[in-house]
Each structure stands twice: as C-alpha cells, then as structure tokens.
C-alpha cells in the first residue's frame, strides 16, 4: 500500500513494518497450506496404497489355497485310481467300477487301462461329454503318455505328461494332461493307469464356483503361454494379478488368478477413516486459522487506521498535550505544544524539572508545584494558569488542566496535560476590563456634571445665608448698638454659629459629592445596607428637594451585611433613584414618592442574598424602552448618557447577583437587584 507522502516517517516506518509482517505472514500462511495439503494427499496415497496391497495380498493367499486345492483334489484322484486298481480286474469289472468314477469326475476324460508294455487292455470315455479322442488319434498324443509312464515308473508314483491341444469336432479344442499312476504288484509294475484331463475342467471342478465367478483363473506355462481359462474378471478399476507355480511331477503349470477391484469403499477400513477424519479435522482448523488471522489482519488494519487517525488527530489539535512519567520526565508532546512553547520534541523529551520554558523568575514557585503533583496531590479538575516562557523569551499565558495517566492496569504511569494558550483571552479580558472601567468613570463625571448644576443651586442656599449672616455681623460690628455690648456679642455669636452651620451644610454637600467622585479601590468589604444608602442620601436629597420627590425607606429587621465594592453599588442605588425620580418628573404625577426597599431574598445554596427594591410611581416602561433598556448609550432623555442601566447591571452581576425590573401598577416602575451576603455574616441591624 503507498503510503501520503506528507505523512510522519514514523509513522510511516510503523505502517511499513505492520505490513511487511502482514506480507510475511501471508507466504507463511500459503507455505504452511501447501504442507498440509501435501501431507494430506500423501496420506490418502499412503492409505490408497496400503489398501491396494490389502488386496493384492488376500488374492494372493486364495491363489495359493486354489493351487493347495487342485493339489489335494489330484491326489484324491491318485487315490481313487489306486483303488479302482486294488483288485485284479477282467475288462468288464474293470469297466464297470470306471463307468461310475467318471461320472464322479468332470475333469476326467478318458480313463485307459494299459499294460506294462503300454498296450491298451482297456479304456472308457467320460460318458458326461462326447468322447474327446475321436478327431485326433490317440497314437500322435501317446509320446508324452510313454514319457509320463516311464517318469511314473522310475519314481513308482504319479507322474504327468506335459500338456497338449486336443482338437474337437466343434473346431475348438482344450489343453489336456495325463497322469499316469503305475500299478505294481509285489514290486513289479504290472501296468499303468491313465488319466486324461481337461485342465479346464480340473480347475472347474477342483475350485469354488464362487472364486470363478469373482475371477478370471487360467493355468499358463512358466513363459506366460495361457492353457485354460475359466472364470471372468469383474467389473473394476484396477486389476489385480496373482500367480502359484503348481508344481506336478513332469508337469509345471502356473496358476494365474485375475481380479478386478472397483474404487476402495470411502471408508474401507479404519485407518482410511482415520485419516480421511484427521484430514478433515486439519483442514477444519487449517480454516479456523485462516480466518483468525483474517480476524487478526482486520485487527491490525483497524489498529493501523486508529493509530493514523490517533496521529493525525494529534497534529490537528490546537490544544498542547504533554505526558509525564512519575518522576516528572516528559515522555510526549505533541505538535501543538511543541508550537506553544517553541520547543522541538527533540529538546523536550527527557526532560525534568525545571523545563526550559519555564520563565526563570518563576522556576522555584513551579518547582514547588511539581513536587506537589508529583507527590500525588491531584490539581483541581477545572485546571489552572500559569505562565511558561517560549524559546524566544515571550511569556505565555497557559491554562493547564492536569489528570493522573492511567494505564490498560489501572495503574497510573504518570501524568497527563492539556494546555490552552490564553494569552490573547486575557489581553482582550484586560482590553475590556480597561474599557469598562473608562466607561464607569466617564459614567461617573456624567453624574458629577448633572449634579454640579444641583450643587450650586443648594449651595446657594447656606452661601447666601452665610453671606447674609456675615453682612448683619459686620453691620453689627460697624454700628454696634450703644450701650448693650453683651446684646450685641450675643447676636454676633449667634450669627457666626448660624455661618459655621451653614458653612458645614455646603462642605458637607462638596464632601458627598467628593466621596462619589473619588475613585476607590475596587476592593469588596461587608458593607450594611444601611450604610451604602446613608452615603448616597446627600445626593438624594439634592435631587429630590429639586424634584419634589418624597423618599421613602424600608428595611426589614436584622438584616445582614452585604458583600460588595460599596463605591461601585452606590453608583447602582443613585443611578436607579436617580431614574425614578425623572420619571415621576412630568406634570401628570402629583404624589411624587420613591420608595426604597431592603430585604433579605430567598437563599440558595451558596449564599445568603440581599434584595434591594427601588419603586417609582413614574411613567412607567413602554416594550421599546424595555428591549433596549440595558443597550449601551440608549437614552430617551435629551442630557442623558444612556450608560447608567447597562453600567448597573454589568456591576450587579459582576457580585454575581441579577438586575431586573418590573411595571408597578398602576403607574411606575420596579427596579430590583440582588447582593450576596458574606459567608457566615452575623446579622445586624441594617
Ligand atoms: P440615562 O438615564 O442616561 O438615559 P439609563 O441607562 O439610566 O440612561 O436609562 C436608559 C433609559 O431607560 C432612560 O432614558 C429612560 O427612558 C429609561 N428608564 C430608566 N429607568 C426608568 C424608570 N424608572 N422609569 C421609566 N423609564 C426609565
């Protein structure tokens, strides 16, 4: 298979290795099923053979049984013919014990009674046949009659002549043989008993018929001349040959037995069965193997393919991976952190603490981190940030989220990291945090200028008082009343209380004014309720003495103290009053009230909540006013900033508490917001 060439070489090392074993497999598979398929065929040959032999054999030994057969019927018929010359014979007795002997025996042709000198004295044909002799003179066949007589006589037993053709009327003819058993009387041979045999007929007549039926039996010479057939081979696909010298005295026959044997049973004997059932339980199993390793193969396929995936999975991902083994050596990284850090795998892998993109300032903090880690203490699951240093010397800022690297065991092998480069994040977090907080001040000063102009019309007030009170003292003291000195210390003491008052009045409303404009620290403290509305109620009272709006408050009792950046939630509270009062600003609203409500909110289970509620009787919110309400710089008034509501709410929930807000029937509008209370606050007072 070819491999991308954009792919890793390692990657592509480990592929070509997985399929060169997969190749080398496969000639191992193909070497291993053509052995057994040799041993297979081998052993069925094997089989084939041995029964073959089987069979050779067992034609063999019923050859040799029909050659012992022949042998014991001949000399049954010795034994008869010694009988039938036991006694002295005239020519009629001697015929008529032979008439019933020849009828006895099929294979006997002709039994002639001859004299010493081989002069016939008597003779009888078979009387089953037509008498054989008659085509042929017995006189031409007599020579091998004299040499088996005289071959009987030197041995004083039987002895037999040589085959030969005798032709018959029909124009066919059969091989014959004579015996001839000498007949000796007190030692000397008075005669000669002659036999003729049809060596057809002997082999007919001496054999089964049933061993002719399966057979094909003939007698042949040594040289393979055949002289007698009886029998056919049957129908069969081998042929069988068995051949027994029958061995007579002057007389060498060779009985040749053919057989034909059809096709070996499918079983023919156990061995065959078992090795037909062993080749079939190997091939059996030779097919399990096969498809194993097919299984196997798959496997592997889909190992090769996850792997590759795995790979290319690991490339594309812009989150760092790092893996660490239990003593803090990097053992992976991939291409995204590599990319992070600026390091090469190379230069990373191996390495301990502390690793080079840590920023030197910060090695001893980090250092202290990992023996931490190390020593088994899991970080917290939501991660953490910290700062690493690329081979360039910038600083990163990372998010790092560590887990325990488990292996197939279940036993932890190291560690494992996840980093997310957050540096762009918190650049733009910082951005917008900077922004906002433009965005409070500009917010604030809009605030400031409203007041100014309320400022100087309520410092006109204690100004023109103070200012007259100055005039009276100094006209006091330019014209003092004659005579009554302590009248008119009394009336100048009087005035310059009155100047103090109200000189305490107008820096008291410049200091409300200062206090809201400084900027604190963003710091948040337990602040009671109380306390965030006394700071904003100067600058109230300013707007609603102008407005003709009465203010009303309500707490509830022991109302807890509020966690939260006070300057920031008296902004909220003022911005709100603030909004109130200019709806309720219209000539159509003669009860002028806004009420402000604290009390406690249901809890839930991380904290205890405190609800500020500001209610306006005013004109109330239209549906556009509402969908836009919280937009930056929406405003419907034509000195407004349209900053206030949006300010508010980002404040509010900055605490982690909700800004919302509901019509007030009939008229009017409810503003409520939510604060946390510390944990484990006492209650007190509001
Ligand atoms: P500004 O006060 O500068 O207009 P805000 O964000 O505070 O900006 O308010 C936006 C708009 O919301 C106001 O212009 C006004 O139309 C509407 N609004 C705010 N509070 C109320 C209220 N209590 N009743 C009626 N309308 C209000």
């Known amino acids: 298979m070819k491999l991308p060439p954009h792919w890793p070489p390692q990657l592509r090392k480990h592929l070509s290795f997985i399929w060169s074993l997969r190749d080398r497999r496969l000639s191992l598979w193909v070497a291993l099923v053509g052995l057994v398929a040799a041993v297979l065929i081998t052993l069925v040959w094997l089989a084939g053979r041995y029964e073959a032999s089987q069979v050779q054999a067992a034609l063999e030994r019923d050859t040799q049984d029909a050659v012992n057969d022949i042998r014991a019927g001949l000399m049954r ?132 018929p049933d061993f002719g039926r399966r057979n094909e039996v003939s007698f042949t010479e040594p040289d393979g001349t055949r002289l007698a057939v009886i029998g056919q081979h049957g129908r069969g696909v081998r042929l069988f040959s068995a051949q027994q010298l029958l061995d007579l005295p002057g007389l060498t026959l060779v009985l040749r037995v053919d057989g034909r044997r059809g096709a070996p049973d499918l079983f023919p004997n156990v061995l065959t069965a078992l090795v037909t059932a062993m080749s079939i339980a190997l091939v059996s199993v030779l097919v399990l193997l096969v498809k194993d390793s097919r299984r196997r193969l798959k496997a592997e396929r889909d190992l090769a393919e996850a792997l590759a995936f795995r790979k290319a999975m690991e490339d594309s991902l812009v989150t760092g991976l790092r893996a660490r ?92 990291s996840a980093f997310l480069d957050i540096t762009e994040q918190r650049r733009v977090e910082e951005m917008s945090r900077a922004s906002q907080e433009r965005l409070q001040a500009t917010a604030r000063l809009a605030t400031v200028g409203e007041m100014a102009s309320l400022l100087s019309h309520e410092l006109n007030q204690p100004l023109a008082a103070i200012s007259s009170y100055a005039n009276g003292s100094l006209n006091l003291l330019q014209d003092p009343a004659p005579g009554d000195t302590a009248q008119t210390l009394a009336d100048l003491h009087l005035a310059l209380k009155r100047i103090a008052e109200q000189a305490g009045r107008a820096g008291k409303v410049i200091n409300s004014v200062h206090d809201f404009v400084r900027r604190r620290d963003q710091d948040r403290e337990a602040v009671t309720p109380q306390a965030l509305i006394d700071a904003i ?23 807890p103290s509020v966690w939260c950046d006070r300057t920031m939630v008296e902004q909220v509270l003022l911005n709100l009053a603030r909004n109130g009062m200019q709806a309720m600003d219209r000539p159509n609203c003669p009860e002028r009230v806004l009420l402000i409500q604290v009390r406690r909110a249901a809890s839930n289970l991380e ?80």
């Open 77 to 208: 018929d010795v034994q008869a013919l010694q009988a039938l010359h036991a006694n002295r014979h005239t020519a009629a007795s001697w015929a008529a014990e032979t008439g019933p002997l020849l009828r006895e025996h099929r294979d006997w042709l002709r039994v002639e009674w001859r004299d010493a000198q081989m002069k016939l004295r008597s003779h009888m044909d078979s009387p089953l046949r037509a008498p054989s002799f008659s085509k042929t003179p017995r006189t031409n066949t007599l020579n091998d009659v004299i040499q088996a007589c005289q071959r009987a006589r030197r041995s004083n037993g039987p002895a037999y002549s040589s085959s030969y053709f005798v032709p018959q009327d029909d124009g066919m003819g059969f091989e014959v043989t004579d015996l001839c058993l000498p007949l000796v009387i007190a030692g000397e041979t008075v005669g000669y008993a002659i036999t003729s045999y049809s060596l057809q007929e002997l082999m007919a007549e001496q054999l089964s």
């Open 325 to 416: 083994d239990l003593q803090g050596r990097i053992t992976y990284v991939n291409p995204a952190f590599c990319q992070m850090v600026g390091f090469k795998p190379a230069e990373l892998l191996g390495h301990n603490a502390p690793m080079p993109y840590w920023p030197p300032e910060m090695v001893g903090e980090y250092q202290q981190r990992q023996a931490i880690r190390l020593a088994g203490n899991a970080p917290p699951r939501e991660g953490y940030e910290s700062v690493f240093m690329r081979k360039d010397g910038e600083r990163i800022s990372v998010l790092i989220i560590e887990a325990p690297l488990i292996n197939v065991l279940g036993e932890q092998t190291g560690w494992m």
């Open 537 to 559: 109620m100067p600058l109230m009272q300013l707007q609603a003495r102008k407005l003709r709006v009465r203010v009303v408050m309500k707490f509830d009792d022991k109302l």
């Open 607 to 686: 904290h205890q909540w405190v609800e500020f509620i500001v209610t306006d009787v005013g004109c109330g919110i239209s549906a556009e006013v509402a969908a836009q309400l919280f937009t930056p710089f929406f405003t419907t008034k034509t000195e407004g900033m349209g900053l206030g509501l949006s300010l508010c709410r980002t404040v509010i929930e900055q605490h982690g508490g909700h800004l919302e807000f509901d019509a007030h029937p009939p008229h009017g509008t409810v503003f409520r917001f939510t604060l946390p209370v510390p944990p484990q606050q006492p209650t007190q007072r509001g």
